[in-house]
């Protein structure tokens, strides 16, 4: 999946055995561009703190993700 595909703001690809692994490797990118003052990615990573705030929400966001995670072809 890409950082677009998990809320970000590129098209840097991520691959892993599971989602949960594709969701660390995708926090620790977007740690990596906000330390690098990433504007694209600090706006993703604001809209995702607002989502945070809504936890039905961040929990049907979090199972749609993993839905698409899940019908993606094995490497």
Do not use: I, N, Y
């Amino acid at each position: 999946m890409t950082c677009k595909q998990l809320g970000g703001a590129c098209d840097h690809a991520f691959h892993a055995e599971t989602f949960e692994d594709m969701a660390a490797q995708s926090q620790q990118h977007g740690r990596e561009m906000w330390q690098q003052g990433d504007a694209d990615h600090m706006k993703a990573m604001q809209d995702m703190q607002v989502l945070m705030t809504d936890p039905k929400a961040l929990q049907a966001w979090m199972e749609e993700k993993k839905r698409l995670f899940d019908a993606l072809p094995e490497d």
